[in-house]
């Protein structure tokens, strides 16, 4: 097909118009047919056809419509009379953010691993999409899955860039993908490793360990895991369950397990050791783990199954290296950190380090301050109302309970002090006898609880490296204190909703991919210069948005563009670097007869509700 020009004079004036014709093949040779007379198209000349040549391939199929991700330069331009009183801006969705999540799913092959583990069956949306449709709601806006189906779906640009309706994503197929997801978890963390290895060089030989707990809403009646324990959320009035993370020294996740919520974290390190040994094979890594998990049951399982270890010991071990911690040879290796290496006992092969810093020492003391100052006002009040000329404590069993609720709460100071209650007889009242206090101080362990200020203790089998190396490798557990933190913030971890196990099992791992997705992203934007805070890429990725564009046109119709906003100059600089390239060609969605919009409006959309 080609465009051909008229020209005809009519009255003493010449009028142009163009014709769209097709050569076509008859019996007497070929022959050229007028598809559609076109009129008059302004602005069109010899020399600017741009595009118009392109029509007749458009419409024998021959050159593909571009979709919103592609971007391509090959689209022909459309031109057309517009009144442009009538312009509005309507649809308007988030696509920052999600854009920014689906390219991490991709980079991380997460959707290569998930349509191959989760087969096509006889479901309309495919298991896959809808799991990464729950990682990346909880990736950029941690709700419930009935939040995500009747509201934020509705919101964002998902339905374009997934292919998957809103009416389609209800709270019932979001909780049937949580079921098909939950079976896929082993063989996620194999992926992972693999992926690890292949983006960061990941080598696993040291691998950090802790372990954290969240709580639910609820009784947790249906869940056998949910107990209550120690809660590192301050709340020992839910129930909770366990979480142990295993995390590479960048901080990359790399598995979990989930135990019931008493479990003690001294009794875990033998399953999740041998869980990596069985998953991943048997190889010398080094565990760092924190002074919670050790116990000398624990250290000889590592030493007999061949591993490393490097772990700090619990305060009162340091008691042991008293003379080494007077003396003075310390070496340091940072403003603020001193480091020495000390030799275990005879019996061993183990190497220890001291650490001390005086930062952590004013930190120490300081807490400490106010827990003796707490403890002596509390026994203050205690001694009073014991010996009160007038309705006077008289109950001995009473008075040691409050002790020991002081003793409890001011556990940094109790063992400071001693405290007891006694009897003397007392003629004058009636039950004859009252109640004696006596509270003494223990001044030498006060005066080597000060000195210890700032100080602790590592251990380790590891040999021929210096106490800088050592004291380095440690500190890596910052790295899962972070995410542990970034999960229960950031990704909306706690508390948990779900009431059966196998709901709170996938919630968690849905969780643990968000995390994944978001240390990834650290890492990405560490390798191009761009610091290490994903939280403030991604707000800044929340401003773009997807809109559509509806263009009066003189015919009477609309033309409706749909488009993505341009990000600021600073932004648009940060996903330069990130090679991320938002996409910049406007796809037409649709055209409608109306009439003409008297005035600019700008108009939202309300998502469909599912009810």
């Not at 001193?338 to 003391?365: A, H, M, N, Y």
């Amino acid at each position: 097909m080609f465009l051909r020009r008229h020209t005809r004079k009519k009255s003493g004036t010449v009028y142009e118009y163009w014709t769209l014709v097709e050569s076509v093949r008859t019996s007497r040779g070929p022959r050229q047919r007028t598809v559609t007379t076109i009129g008059k198209l302004p602005g069109l000349d010899e020399e600017a056809r741009v595009g118009w040549e392109q029509i007749g391939a458009i419409l024998d199929g021959k050159v593909r419509q571009a979709d919103l991700l592609a971007g391509s330069q090959a689209d022909p331009p459309e031109w057309a009379t517009v009144d442009v009183r009538g312009l509005r801006v309507e649809r308007l969705r988030r696509f920052g953010d999600v854009f920014l999540g689906l390219a991490l799913w991709r980079r991380l092959g997460l959707d290569g691993f998930f349509d191959e583990a989760m087969e096509r069956g006889r479901e309309e949306i495919a298991w896959s999409t809808m799991a990464c449709l729950l990682v990346l709601a909880r990736f950029c806006a941690p709700s419930s899955e009935l939040q995500i189906a009747d509201f934020w779906y509705g919101k964002t640009a998902l339905e374009d860039l997934l292919g998957v309706p809103a009416e389609k994503v209800n709270d019932d197929r979001l909780y049937r993908a949580l079921d098909v997801l939950l079976p896929k978890k082993d063989a996620l963390f194999g992926h992972l490793q693999k992926t690890y290895g292949e983006l960061f060089g990941t080598t696993f030989d040291i691998l950090l360990y802790d372990i954290t707990s969240t709580y639910f809403e609820g009784t947790g009646a249906s869940n056998p895991q949910a107990r209550r324990g120690y809660s590192r959320d301050s709340r020992p009035d839910c129930v909770q369950v366990c979480i142990a993370l295993v995390v590479t020294p960048e901080g990359l996740p790399l598995t979990y397990e989930v135990f019931d919520g008493n479990r003690r974290d001294v009794t875990t390190v033998e399953e999740i050791v041998e869980t990596m040994r069985t998953k991943y094979g048997q190889e010398r890594r080094v565990w760092v783990m924190d002074r919670g998990m050790v116990s000398e049951d624990n250290l000889a399982q590592l030493r007999q199954c061949g591993a490393f270890y490097l772990v700090a010991t619990p305060k009162s071990m340091l008691k042991q290296f008293e003379r080494a911690l007077l003396a003075g040879d310390w070496e340091q290796i940072e403003p603020g950190v001193e480091v020495k290496i000390c030799q275990g006992p005879d019996d061993t092969r183990e190497t220890f380090v001291l650490c001390r810093s005086p930062q952590r020492r004013e930190k120490e003391r300081a807490m400490r301050q106010r827990q003796i100052r707490g403890l002596e006002e509390g026994l203050a009040r205690l001694k009073a109302r014991i010996e009160a000329p007038t309705r006077a404590l008289r109950d001995r069993d009473r008075a040691n309970q409050r002790v020991g609720g002081l003793f409890q709460k001011y556990s940094r100071a109790a063992h400071l002090y001693t405290v007891n209650i006694g009897e003397v007889p007392d003629p004058d009242h009636k039950s004859g006898k009252r109640l004696t206090v006596t509270i003494a101080t223990k001044d030498d362990l006060r005066e080597w609880v000060e000195e210890a200020d700032g100080c602790y203790l590592l251990r380790t089998n590891l040999q021929g490296h210096n106490a800088e190396t050592f004291w380095r490798t440690y500190t890596g557990l910052t790295q899962i204190e972070d995410c542990f933190r970034i999960g229960k913030h950031d990704l909306g971890l706690r508390p948990i909703f779900h009431h059966n196990k196998d709901r709170t099992q996938a919630h968690i791992l849905v969780c643990f991919l968000a995390l994944v997705l978001w240390r990834t992203l650290q890492q990405w934007m560490e390798s191009v210069g761009l610091g290490t805070a994903p939280r403030k890429l991604l707000e800044e990725m929340a401003e773009v948005h997807s809109l559509d564009v509806v263009l009066p046109a003189r015919t009477g119709q609309e033309i409706r563009l749909r488009t993505v906003s341009r990000p600021e100059k600073h932004l648009a600089i940060l996903l330069q670097r990130l090679d991320l390239p938002l996409p910049n060609k406007p796809k037409r969605i649709q055209n409608v007869v109306q009439t003409f919009a008297p005035k600019m409006q700008i108009s939202q959309e309300k998502p469909t509700s599912n009810l």
